[in-house]
């Protein structure tokens, strides 16, 4: 009877896989990013929207660990971080960890990150992993539909300790959701750049300098249908964003460079955003089924090209010639594409006190008026993109959407907005915005470091709140931005203004503490906003309303842990590999081939040494 169960069990463990670290052909990752300044950390990535999973590949120009996870924007302590290794003898370690402390990392109780490969050549450490967006252990960060900032990190052996100089942290959108490889390319493209020339940046913080220049002349209709920045080598840190405003058909537009918010009003004329590009932008391409519109008698033949320089340094004989590349075809799309700018009027009514830990404005649209200001009824606005648009002390941003008084949706949000990285985003669903709809912008400024107010306005220290929706059908709506009533604001706030402007320069009177700077949010927020809505014609409404109440809507289920740590003394329950021959790959029949031999072996050794002592 012994024997026969012996049998049994012998074919068991011969019918059964082999544990690896190998999970068969690789899926190809569609994202990647460099993590390092030195481009030694790799980082490849794509994602189950449905399933809510993620799959990471780090690769790192080391023999030692590596480590990958997510953190916040103030410190790496409490930060999750994903480690993994190949010992000399060839066995591998895994685990999840979170960071106690700035050199200390401790594993968690929940391993939540499911390991998918761990491979290590003469130079390489390459681990493959899955994680959850959101796991139930509480030391594990969330993967959000935002910015996402990454913790990378690497030894150069196997003892695991962080070292500053090599961790570091990078901010970037995980969830993107189309790629421009999932997108058709026309079969015709012609490249035009948008760029001013040689032109010396100043010495000064902020610069914005803009030139008017023409659209490609085409003799029938064509579609912009992608756009990238063009920033000149070297100058990347200095130019923050370039917008390109669509300009009609106007003969009276000014030449040369010059301010674009000077002595000269000429130099702001055109006002309706069609393309725009910010720090840390990569390329961006439109869904297959719009583009921007360009040879016909409603298209802009002109634009106004807008550069914003930062040069905190203060460097001085830097040339530069960036601009914009865009990429259009004669091969038409099914829509033309539009933008409209929504937020807080910027100028001159904006302000956000001192030593805020956190400080929320707010800008309303309605658009009830958009179909008498465009001449003619206005089909549903199908938004598929965002660009969301703050200066330095900008930490959060979002957008949201009522109907006849209740909320419908947030639109798009980023709680973890990071000035370095403004980028078009596409929307997972298509958001449909009716005649009547009301759409309200909110920003959330932190300003402990500074002891003066902070006013709206085009400096990178002054600040902005915008966010620019890109939709279709395209209409003749360019913006539509809202503004407390400033004068009730700095009244309720002890203050007795004559005007305007003098409330503007009241508000440097108030001492700004904790409850007065409390006390200015709450009345800016329930004070009667003035919408202020323009058409690309320059022709300007306005309105008046009420700021809505906003629901945060709830946080998704968790999902329970179906990853594991692996140890590297143990051979079977947490899937270690043996040295791999010298001869074969990771993924080759003869590295998988021994593997299977080796843990059939091991295992039969076991079964039968416990088998011979029961005899």
Not at 49 to 75: C, D, H, P, S
Request: net charge negative.
């Amino acid at each position: 009877m012994s024997c026969a169960f012996f049998s049994r069990l012998l074919m068991l463990v011969l019918a059964t896989p082999a544990f690896s670290v190998i999970s068969g052909p690789k899926a190809s990752l569609r994202f990647s990013r460099f993590l390092d300044p030195s481009n030694l950390m790799y980082l490849l990535w794509d994602f189950d929207i449905k399933a809510e999973m993620i799959t990471f590949e780090l690769r790192v120009q080391t023999t030692g660990w590596v480590g990958l996870g997510i953190t916040n924007r103030y410190t790496n302590v409490g930060a999750d971080l994903v480690v993994g290794g190949v010992l000399p003898e060839g066995n591998i370690y895994f685990s999840d960890h979170h960071v106690v402390d700035d050199d200390t990392l401790e594993e968690d109780g929940s391993q939540d990150a499911k390991l998918l490969s761990l491979t290590q050549d003469a130079a390489y450490t390459t681990m493959r992993f899955s994680r959850p967006f959101r796991s139930c252990d509480p030391h594990d960060r969330d993967i959000l539909d935002e910015t996402n900032r990454v913790l990378a990190a690497y030894g150069l052996d196997d003892t695991i300790r962080l070292e500053r100089n090599r961790t570091f942290v990078k901010s970037i959108y995980l969830l993107q959701i189309i790629h421009p490889d999932d997108l058709t390319t026309p079969g015709i493209t012609i490249i035009h750049d948008l760029e001013i020339r040689d032109f010396l940046i100043p010495e000064d913080d902020t610069t914005y300098i803009c030139t008017f220049l023409p659209l490609p002349i085409v003799k029938k209709k064509h579609h912009i249908y992608k756009f990238e920045g063009k920033i000149t080598p070297h100058n990347e840190t200095m130019v923050h964003h370039i917008l390109v405003y669509a300009c009609g058909n106007s003969s009276s537009l000014p030449t040369g460079l010059n301010d674009c918010y000077g002595g000269d009003p000429a130099f702001s004329l055109c006002s309706q955003v069609i393309i725009g590009w910010a720090v840390g932008g990569n390329i961006y391409q439109f869904p297959d089924d719009v583009g921007f519109s360009l040879g016909t008698a409603l298209d802009p033949q002109w634009i106004r090209l807008e550069v914003h320089y930062s040069n905190f340094n203060g460097l001085t004989g830097v040339y530069d010639s960036s601009g914009i590349r865009l990429y259009y075809t004669p091969e038409l799309r099914r829509y033309d594409v539009g933008v409209l700018q929504l937020g807080f009027f910027t100028f001159p009514i904006h302000f956000i006190p001192p030593g805020a830990q956190n400080f929320r404005s707010y800008g309303l649209c309605k658009t009830g008026q958009f179909e008498e200001m465009n001449g003619e009824p206005i089909p549903d606005l199908r938004v598929q993109g965002y660009m969301l648009h703050t200066h330095l002390s900008g930490r959060r941003i979002k957008a949201v959407q009522y109907r006849n008084g209740s909320q419908l949706r947030i639109i798009c949000k980023d709680d973890a907005y990071d000035f370095n990285l403004q980028e078009v985003r596409d929307l997972k669903e298509e958001v449909v915005i009716k005649m009547g709809d009301e759409l309200l912008v909110e920003c959330d400024y932190q300003t402990l470091d500074r002891t003066m107010l902070t006013f709206g306005g085009p400096s990178t220290l002054n600040e902005m709140c915008l966010i620019f929706l890109f939709y279709y059908p395209r209409n003749n709506i360019s913006s539509c931005m809202g503004m407390p009533d400033i004068m009730h604001v700095v009244r309720e706030l002890g203050q007795d203004p004559a005007d305007n402007m003098e409330a503007m320069v009241m508000l440097n009177d108030i001492e700004w503490n904790n409850e007065s700077i409390q006390k200015a949010e709450e009345v800016c927020r329930d004070s009667e906003q003035v919408v202020i809505i323009k058409s690309v014609n320059e022709v300007v409404r306005n309105e008046t309303g009420w700021i809505p109440s906003i629901i945060s809507p709830p946080r998704g289920p968790c999902l329970e842990s179906s990853g594991g740590k692996v140890e590297s003394q143990d051979n079977l329950s947490f899937r270690s590999i043996s040295k791999i021959p010298s001869d074969s790959s990771p993924s080759s029949p003869i590295h998988q081939f021994f593997s299977s031999v080796l843990v059939v072996t091991s295992t039969l050794f076991g079964i039968l040494t416990g088998f011979l002592g029961e005899i």
